[in-house]
Structure formats: structure tokens, C-alpha cells
């Protein structure tokens, strides 16, 4: 996949897909399906910045597009001077510098200045402009169509309901789960291997979105396959350890994972972080939790044990 910064000129035609593609779901799917019709390469814009952190980083979003068939990233810088960019000034810039032969949004885009520029307003600019009605899916609770969109996305994240966010993104063929962590394993403070519980470690990347602090059962993607996993995201008390990070046990391995590129995939909330009185209670729950894990996990390992790596 190629990568370019708003602005720059893209030498070949492509499918230009409009919108922020913080990440992919359904609702992206459907555009990028009406782009790939036509045969030419596909480009989204992506944009960075703005209100609020992201629900996935620059290096989670290159993954993500490559897996969907995407050959072109535009990314826009959300400054200043971009949000004072008229609609019109948007449009004179892009269509300046890339060769779209296809426009694919959907119809409640915005964009430029105010948000003051639709879709409508594109069709003045540009031809072959396709509009894709809005995604919606139906509310169990409420019997209403819910909007499928980045917002109602983080929404999701931040109250917590991961199986409502894993529903409305782009899942691929991942057992059910979407929302990830990437990042490289670090060296951590090697105290769970002494208790017989490894674990690999994560720094938290400053502009990513990140679930509520507690205890997840998931899943970890790594070069050496893909295993059933107990996610801490936030402190460690029971060893006086307040730095918020993401620390990892994957079961059933063990081995070496230092400076590999991880994912992690926290599919179900188990319970909020605590201080335990002892290491001895601590490896109590962590067995319990692990139970759990071993019960829902809806894969298998993956061969190979990853062992900790880490922690």
C-alpha cells in the first residue's frame, strides 16, 4: 500500500474513497465495495488528529487497509489550517492532485470549513460521483436502525460493550473480533514468569483509544500464531506498579516474542483491576480468569506455546 500526505500528487488513476477511515467498519465496507467495481486502484482518505484519540494508530490502520484491498492511503493532518480550509478549497486540492476517475462517499459526508460541504457539493466539482446511503443496523434493546459510524464505534469502546463495537467494524474472518491493539513487545519487570505466569508487554501508544482499565479475555495475533489471552490494561497495585500499560498472558505458550509485532484483541470484559493480598491470590484468580478463557476460547492455539516475552 502506498501512502501519501493531503496535497501530494498521486501519479495513477484510482477509485478515491471519501471519508476519515479512522480504522474500517461496515459502513466503510459498503463504499469500498462500490470502488473496487471499477477495477482501479483503491484510495482512501484517513485523517489524523482532531477531537478525542483514535481508535486505531497510523501502523493498526496500515494493516487494516492492506487486508482490505486497499492500494492508496491519503492521509490529512487535522490542524488548524485544515479546519479553516473552505469546501471548495478541499475539493480544488484534491481533485488538483489525484486522478480519481471514481468518488465513492457516503451521504452524510462533510467536509472543509464548518462541515459547510456535502455530497451535493461534491457533484458540482467533480463527475462519477457515487453516494452510498447511510449503514444502519437494527438496536436489539431499542427495535430502532442504529448508524453505523466511527463515533457510535468509540462510543461503544468507551462504555465498555465490545461485542456492540466487534458487530459494527470490519471483522474480516477473526472470530467475531475487530478492535485491536498493536504494538511491539517490550521488555517488562519479568516478575510474572517467577509465579508461573509470563507475560509479554505493551506500551500504550499516546493517541489510541483504549478500552476502560480492567482484566479481558481475548486473543493474541503474533508471527508464531494466534492464542487465547488475559489482557491487563492499566496498573499492576499488587506490585505497587501504577504505570498504565498492557500486559498479556497467552495460554498455553512459551517462547520469546521480544521486539515482534503483536496484536491484541480484547473480546470480553472479566472483571476491574484490584489490589490482591498476596501473590497466592493473585495466581488463584489469574487461574480462574484463565478457566474462563480456556472455555470461550473459540479457536485453537495456533501450535506452537508463545511463552511470555515480557512480563
Known amino acids: 500500500m502506498l501512502t501519501y500526505a493531503f496535497g501530494e500528487k498521486i501519479p495513477s488513476p484510482c477509485a478515491l474513497v471519501l471519508g476519515g477511515f479512522d480504522g474500517l467498519h461496515l459502513g466503510h465496507r459498503a463504499l469500498l465495495s462500490v470502488a473496487k467495481k471499477r477495477g482501479l486502484p483503491v484510495a482512501v482518505t484517513t485523517m489524523f488528529g482532531g477531537k478525542g484519540k483514535a481508535l486505531f494508530t497510523r501502523a493498526e490502520r496500515e494493516f487494516l487497509f492492506s487486508r482490505a484491498g486497499i492500494d492508496i ?130 506500551s500504550v501508544p499516546e493517541e489510541k483509544l483504549l478500552p476502560s482499565d480492567g482484566v479481558y479475555g481475548g486473543l493474541c495475533a503474533t508471527p508464531k500464531g494466534n492464542f487465547p489471552t488475559i489482557l491487563n490494561i492499566g496498573s499492576r497495585p499488587t506490585f505497587g506498579v501504577e504505570e498504565r500499560k498492557i500486559e498479556a498472558y497467552l495460554d498455553g505458550f512459551s517462547g520469546d516474542l521480544y521486539g515482534e509485532t503483536v496484536r491484541l484483541y480484547p473480546m470480553e470484559f472479566y472483571r476491574p483491576i484490584e489490589k490482591f493480598p498476596s501473590v497466592e491470590a493473585l495466581k488463584t484468580q489469574l487461574q480462574s480468569d484463565i478457566s474462563r478463557l480456556q472455555k470461550a476460547a473459540p479457536f485453537e492455539g495456533g501450535g506452537s506455546a508463545v511463552g511470555g516475552g515480557g512480563g
Request: glycine content about 8%; overall charge negative; charged content about 20%.
Open 73 to 202: 492511503a491519503i492521509e490529512i493532518a487535522f490542524t488548524e489550517q485544515f479546519q479553516n480550509t473552505s469546501a471548495e478549497q478541499f475539493l480544488i486540492t484534491l481533485l488538483e492532485n489525484v486522478d480519481a476517475r471514481l468518488l465513492v462517499c457516503g451521504e452524510d459526508f462533510r467536509f472543509g470549513r464548518g462541515a459547510l460541504g456535502t455530497a451535493e457539493l461534491l457533484k458540482t466539482y467533480a463527475k462519477n460521483v457515487f453516494v452510498q446511503k447511510t449503514v444502519t443496523t437494527l438496536s436489539e434493546e431499542s427495535g430502532q436502525a442504529r448508524k453505523i459510524s466511527t463515533t457510535a464505534c468509540k462510543d461503544f469502546l468507551k462504555a465498555g460493550d465490545l461485542p456492540a463495537l466487534n458487530a459494527f467494524l470490519e471483522t474480516a474472518d477473526f472470530y467475531g473480533s475487530a478492535y485491536f491493539v498493536q504494538g511491539e513487545v517490550e521488555h517488562g519487570r519479568e516478575v510474572g514468569r517467577t509465579y508461573g505466569f509470563p507475560t509479554l508487554n505493551l
